[in-house]
C-alpha cells in the first residue's frame, strides 16, 4: 500500500493514505469506523536524529474518534 507524505502550505503533517474516509478495520483491536485523517507526528529525537511516526484518525458509528497504526489499516 503506497502512503505518499503531503505538505501544503499550512498542513498539520497530514499525509495521503489510500483509504481515506473510507470505513476501515483496525485488526489489532477490532475497531471500524471511517478514516478521517493521517498525520505525520514528531517522535523526539534519537542520536541527534529527529524521528516522526504516523497515527490514522477514525471515527467509529458512535462518534467516538480512535487511532491505529496506518499501516495495518483494512478495508471495512
Known sequence: MEV????PDGAFGHVDHPLLFKQV???Q????GQ???VVRESAG???GRAKYTRTAYIRAADGREFTAAPDKLERA
Open 4 to 7: 505518499r507524505e503531503h505538505r
Open 25 to 27: 478495520r483496525d485488526p
Open 29 to 32: 483491536t477490532d475497531r471500524t
Open 35 to 37: 478514516l478521517r485523517a
Open 45 to 47: 529525537k534519537v542520536s
